[in-house]
T-cell receptor, first 115, second 114 residues
Framework: NAGVTQTPKFRVLKTGQSMTLLCAQDMNHEYMYWYRQDPGMGLRLIHYSVGEGTTAKGEVPDGYNVSRLKKQNFLLGLESAAPSQTSVYFC??????????????FGPGTRLTVT | EDKVVQSPLSLVVHEGDTVTLNCSYEVTNFRSLLWYKQEKKAPTFLFMLTSSGIEKKSGRLSSILDKKELFSILNITATQTGDSAVYLCAVEADGKTSYDKVIFGPGTSLSVIP
């Protein structure tokens, strides 16, 4: 099993450009998450999904959109990148039982720089 | 406002030392507390705690939760250089609407020197 994979691993964007980060998991997990990690800030939840076709906002959703068209994939989009979105982005997934979710499995991260 | 606080933020110890990392939280509708280890890349899961007073152990690592005082500790005995990492504490809580909330603390950076 590959676990959680993310593409790309690195990306440099100019202000105003758009891009999509792809997350894929092969563990048949219901829940998927997108986080950003900044120095001294820990991990902050951007958006998450509790199942195919369902998404919800996390702590810092502004400037991002997501889609979960297939259970195994969770896409994070930046429509108009800003320097404040320079960060390391982590995708994660977790098994769930009803509304209770278990530990999260993280992808390797995407380092995004917006100039 | 919900928050998770970790202390210390950084720590340097010698191999063989025992360390205790702290995590305190203030959240509404607590569900579980999780510890993760983050080396160079992605966090990896260590423990999930849902009940007070029940210690979880994995080798030299152990953790316990106190739901009355709203904190957890992560102990590492006989530290090794491979324990050098950032240790993240996360709390899962029922959200105000239909979704859950996962709140991470800032992490404790542990450096173990030979």
């Amino acid at each position: 099993n590959a676990g959680v994979t993310q593409t790309p691993k690195f990306r440099v964007l100019k202000t105003g450009q758009s891009m999509t980060l792809l997350c894929a998991q092969d563990m048949n997990h219901e829940y998927m998450y997108w986080y950003r990690q900044d120095p001294g800030m820990g991990l902050r939840l951007i958006h998450y999904s509790v199942g195919e076709g369902t998404t919800a906002k996390g702590e810092v959703p502004d400037g991002y959109n997501v889609s979960r068209l297939k259970k195994q994939n969770f896409l994070l989009g930046l429509e108009s990148a800003a320097p404040s979105q320079t960060s390391v982005y982590f995708c994660a997934s977790s098994y769930s039982l009803g509304t209770f979710s278990y530990e999260q499995y993280f992808g390797p991260g995407t380092r995004l720089t917006v100039t | 406002e919900d928050k998770v606080v970790q202390s210390p933020l950084s720590l340097v110890v010698h191999e063989g030392d025992t360390v205790t990392l702290n995590c305190s939280y203030e959240v509404t509708n607590f569900r579980s507390l999780l510890w993760y280890k983050q080396e160079k890349k992605a966090p990896t899961f260590l423990f999930m705690l849902t009940s007070s007073g029940i210690e979880k152990k994995s080798g030299r690592l152990s953790s316990i939760l106190d739901k009355k005082e709203l904190f957890s500790i992560l102990n590492i005995t006989a530290t090794q250089t491979g324990d050098s990492a950032v240790y993240l504490c996360a709390v899962e809580a029922d959200g105000k609407t239909s979704y859950d909330k996962v709140i991470f603390g800032p992490g404790t950076s542990l450096s173990v020197i030979p």
